[in-house]
């Protein structure tokens, strides 16, 4: 068992794999690049994504 885990830590990239695409939907190009960087610690994973969304949460302006 050991040794499929240390197997598989072998395989994963040493350099982060990025993919990059665009959309155009309407009028509007959205462009979205993904960094994968291996095997992550889910935990601050989740950390990383809230604190993002209470910092753009923080930056939008105001609704009335």
Known sequence: M?????????QAPT?????YHEKKIGK??????SVYKGEIDLG???EDLTVRKILAAENAPAQV
């Open 2 to 10: 050991a040794s499929s885990v240390a197997k598989q830590k072998a």
């Open 28 to 33: 509007t190009l959205y462009r979205v690049t």
């Open 15 to 19: 350099e982060p794999v990025t993919t």
């Open 44 to 46: 601050k994973a989740l």
